[in-house]
Structures are given as structure tokens and as C-alpha cells.
Antibody, heavy 116, light 107 residues
Framework: EVQLVESGGDLVRPGGSLRLSCVAS????????MHWVRQGSGKRLEWVAGIGTGGDTEYADSVKGRFTVSRENAKNSLYLQLNSLTAGDTAVYYCARVNDGALDYWGQGTLVTVSA | DILMTQSPSSLSASVGDRVTISCQASQDIYNYLNWYQQKPGRAPKLLIY???TLETGVPSRFGGSGSGTDFTFTITSLQPEDIATYYC?????????FGQGTKLEIK
């Protein structure tokens, strides 16, 4: 059974940093691109970042230069480093497995709240 | 970025009704279009990929069609468990983008 479990969400002050983790199981992690998607309260889904099997990365303009996606295949883990956080980054962050462009499995999400 | 626009933003229908949601892309996305269902407090679930292919286990009352810039999502006979918000998503180019969502309610 495919499982994705996120962790690391927290309350952080504006300008602060946070590292999110996503541990995968039930599939060959190294064989899939992995993405992060976020959703503010009552808002649409927003694609944030993605990393390919070869380590190539892509970012939304809204987070480019502030967020860094990485992966550690030996630990079946995906990470998202969030720096210079603003209130606009407050959201539930989901990790998702990519299968030919479709996000076919999602984690349960981890909440990041940016507030003074 | 490619803008994805769904209509309507909300929809109220009766059990057994046929429901249709539209999704329009701001530029040609070929067939690189997926549909997701999200129930309150839950993660999104992939229903349809590549415009019209049902994900494994998804009931056949769900369907999709379209190409280029105009796409349609259909539920042929609405069931109570279909109450959710539905999102289209393009993957023709980065950044991937989602529609604003269509909230489906039972009348």
C-alpha cells in the first residue's frame, strides 16, 4: 500500500524557517518524481515545487529563491526547506507522488502557520 | 503561467442528476489535464488523468472529455458520496496549475 506521511508543520514567525519532511512507503520511491502542493484555508490548490528522479527541481514563482525541495532516496524521504516565510505561506502542505504528470497519491498534509 | 478557470464555482444538484463542470485553460495544454476530488478535511484524490482515463477504482459514473483549451468533467448520476470540491489541473508546463475548484452540493 502506497503511503506518504508528512511532518514538520508548525507555527513560525514571519521571516522564519521550517523544514517539512515526507516519508514514503509501499512503492519504489527513487523511481518517481515527487511534488509539494499547498492549500491555504478555503483556497485553491497551489503547486509549490517538484523534484525529478534525477534530482532536477522546479518551483512556483511565489516560492522561488525561498523554498528548496530535496530528496534522500536511501531514506525514502522528500523534503521542503521553507525560508523567509510570510503570512501568505500559511497553508496545509501536501506531498504527492507523480505518475506521468498526475499526482496519484497524496499525504495527509502538514499545517504551516506563519504569524507573529 | 497557464491559468485554469473552472465553471461554475459552486453547484447544487439532486441525487441522480447529471452534473457537468467546465475547465478552460489560458493556452493549449493538449491532453495534459487531470481531475481531482477533495472532500472536507481530506487530501485530494486523483479521479481522472489525461483528460478521460479513470484512475483505478474510480466509479464509471465519472468521466472527462475535451482537448486543447476546453475540458469537461461529468458525473452521470450524482450520488451522496460525490459531495466534494473538484479541481482540474494542467501539467503541460511548469508550474503545474489548478483550477479554482467547483464545490458540489446536494440540493
Amino acid at each position: 500500500e502506497v503511503q506518504l506521511v508528512e511532518s514538520g508543520g508548525d507555527l513560525v514567525r514571519p521571516g522564519g524557517s521550517l523544514r517539512l519532511s515526507c516519508v514514503a512507503s509501499g512503492f519504489t520511491f527513487s523511481g518517481h518524481d515527487m511534488h509539494w502542493v499547498r492549500q491555504g484555508s478555503g483556497k485553491r490548490l497551489e503547486w509549490v515545487a517538484g523534484i525529478g528522479t534525477g534530482g532536477d527541481t522546479e518551483y512556483a514563482d511565489s516560492v522561488k529563491g525561498r523554498f528548496t525541495v530535496s530528496r534522500e532516496n536511501a531514506k525514502n524521504s522528500l523534503y521542503l526547506q521553507l525560508n523567509s516565510l510570510t503570512a501568505g505561506d500559511t497553508a496545509v502542505y501536501y506531498c504527492a507522488r507523480v505518475n506521468d504528470g498526475a499526482l496519484d497519491y497524496w499525504g495527509q498534509g502538514t499545517l504551516v502557520t506563519v504569524s507573529a | 503561467d497557464i491559468l485554469m478557470t473552472q465553471s461554475p464555482s459552486s453547484l447544487s444538484a439532486s441525487v441522480g442528476d447529471r452534473v457537468t463542470i467546465s475547465c478552460q485553460a489560458s493556452q493549449d495544454i493538449y491532453n495534459y489535464l487531470n481531475w481531482y476530488q477533495q472532500k472536507p478535511g481530506r487530501a485530494p484524490k486523483l479521479l481522472i488523468y489525461d483528460v478521460s482515463t479513470l484512475e483505478t477504482g474510480v466509479p464509471s459514473r465519472f468521466g472527462g472529455s475535451g482537448s486543447g483549451t476546453d475540458f469537461t468533467f461529468t458525473i452521470t448520476s450524482l450520488q451522496p458520496e460525490d459531495i466534494a470540491t473538484y479541481y482540474c489541473q494542467q501539467y503541460a508546463t511548469f508550474p503545474y496549475t489548478f483550477g479554482q475548484g467547483t464545490k458540489l452540493e446536494i440540493k
